[in-house]
């Protein structure tokens, strides 16, 4: 199953693991989206987006049309929203112009500590 993982750390931490994994030429069984905070995370991944994502999980390629039908939402509010999920990396474009969500799950991890 082709996950990916959203998950907020430093920067400076993803890059290292980003770097390892270059170095040593491995292949990550897993996709991971690093936000350096919470707040950049939920900035991204709104209700209206996630609602997206799962009406897109398994669907393959679609219009921005279909999508908008899928979640009964009005055509532009989902071009803003694809849009900002594909600059996050959470859908793709096509060679058509169809956009897809390639994963068949979506994992989010942060932790919350007192201060």
Same mark, same amino acid.
């Not at 199953?1 to 400076?12: C, F, G, N, S």
């Not at 897109?56 to 849009?83: F, M, N, Q, Y």
């Given at each position: 199953?082709?996950?990916?993982?959203?998950? #907020?750390?430093?920067?400076? !931490?993803?890059?290292?693991? %980003?770097?390892?994994?270059?170095?040593?030429?491995?292949?990550?069984?897993?996709?991971?989206?690093? %936000?350096?905070?919470?707040?950049?995370?939920?900035?991204?991944?709104?209700?209206?987006?996630?609602?997206?994502?799962?009406?897109?999980?398994?669907?393959?390629? #679609?219009?921005?049309?279909?999508?908008? /039908? /899928? #979640?009964?939402?009005?055509?532009?509010?989902?071009?803003?929203?694809?849009?900002?999920?594909?600059?996050?990396?959470?859908?793709? /474009?096509?060679?058509?112009?169809?956009?897809? %969500?390639?994963? !068949?799950?979506?994992?989010? !991890? %942060?932790?919350?500590?007192?201060?």
């Amino acid at each position: 199953m082709k996950t990916v993982i959203l998950d #907020v750390r430093e920067p400076r !931490e993803a890059m290292t693991d %980003f770097a390892r994994a270059w170095h040593l030429n491995e292949q990550q069984e897993t996709d991971r989206i690093s %936000f350096a905070s919470p707040e950049l995370l939920w900035k991204i991944l709104t209700a209206k987006r996630w609602e997206l994502l799962k009406a897109l999980c398994g669907a393959g390629p #679609v219009s921005i049309r279909e999508a908008a /039908r /899928r #979640v009964a939402r009005d055509v532009k509010g989902v071009h803003g929203d694809v849009t900002a999920l594909l600059e996050a990396g959470l859908l793709n /474009r096509t060679e058509t112009g169809a956009i897809e %969500f390639p994963y !068949e799950a979506i994992k989010v !991890e %942060f932790l919350l500590q007192a201060a």
